[in-house]
T-cell receptor, first 110, second 115 residues
């Protein structure tokens, strides 16, 4: 089976812009979650979707949003980018509680 | 109550040694404890995971020891190799019957295995 695919791998954006990141889960996995990884804060949970419904949400501002489509693919959006949003954004698909991560999207905000 | 504390922050061992990484949690509702390995430029890879109904689990050279009363768990890497040099993260989650739930991660341990 193919693993979790995240696109794009790298992004450079300017403060104030918005960005959309994409995640294709492992075939058959219906749950997708997103995490932000930074050197200072480590790995932090953003949100989790199951069958197109948001199940859990982390402590991030409303500028961070996500959605899941009927084919289980997911997108996350960050609006009005700030310098502090620079991070590795990781998507994980899960089955029976076991979560498998993609390689991430490296977002740099300048 | 949501924190997972991981130690040490970094660890250097000789090839063949047994590095041990420790984690402690506070929330007794957590029921799923995975360990992840991450290489530079890659996403975390699931190594091994344990549920609180067992005290130990082995998969290959990796062993989790779990102490429910102390709310602690640890990762042991037997016969460590230079290729094991990576950052290791423990995590905890309240999965329950829904098999969903956010992972709370420890801060990570950078392991270096010297040849």
């Amino acid at each position: 089976k193919a693993g979790v695919t995240q696109t794009p791998r790298y992004l450079i954006k300017t403060r104030g812009q918005q960005v959309t990141l994409s995640c294709s889960p492992i075939s058959g996995h219906r749950s997708v979650s997103w995490y932000q990884q930074t050197p200072g804060q480590g790995l932090q949970f953003l949100f989790e979707y199951f069958s197109e419904t948001q199940r859990n949400k982390g402590n991030f501002p409303g500028r961070f949003s996500g959605r899941q489509f009927s084919n289980s693919r997911s997108e996350m959006n960050v609006s009005t980018l700030e310098l502090g949003d620079s991070a590795l954004y990781l998507c994980a698909s899960s089955q029976l509680g076991r979560r498998f991560f993609g390689q991430g999207t490296r977002l740099t905000v300048v | 109550q949501q924190q997972v504390k991981q130690s040490p922050q970094s660890l250097i061992v000789q090839k063949g040694g047994i590095p041990i990484i420790n984690c402690a949690y506070e929330n007794t509702a957590f029921d799923y404890f995975p360990w992840y390995q991450q290489f530079p430029g890659k996403g975390p890879a699931l190594l091994i995971a344990i549920r609180p109904d067992v005290s130990e689990k082995k998969e290959g050279r990796f062993t989790i020891s779990f102490n429910k009363s102390a709310k602690q768990f640890s990762l042991h890497i037997m016969d460590s190799q230079p290729g094991d040099s990576a950052t290791y993260f423990c995590a905890a989650s309240k999965v329950g019957s829904s098999n969903t739930g956010k992972l709370i991660f420890g801060q990570g341990t950078t392991l270096q295995v010297k040849p």
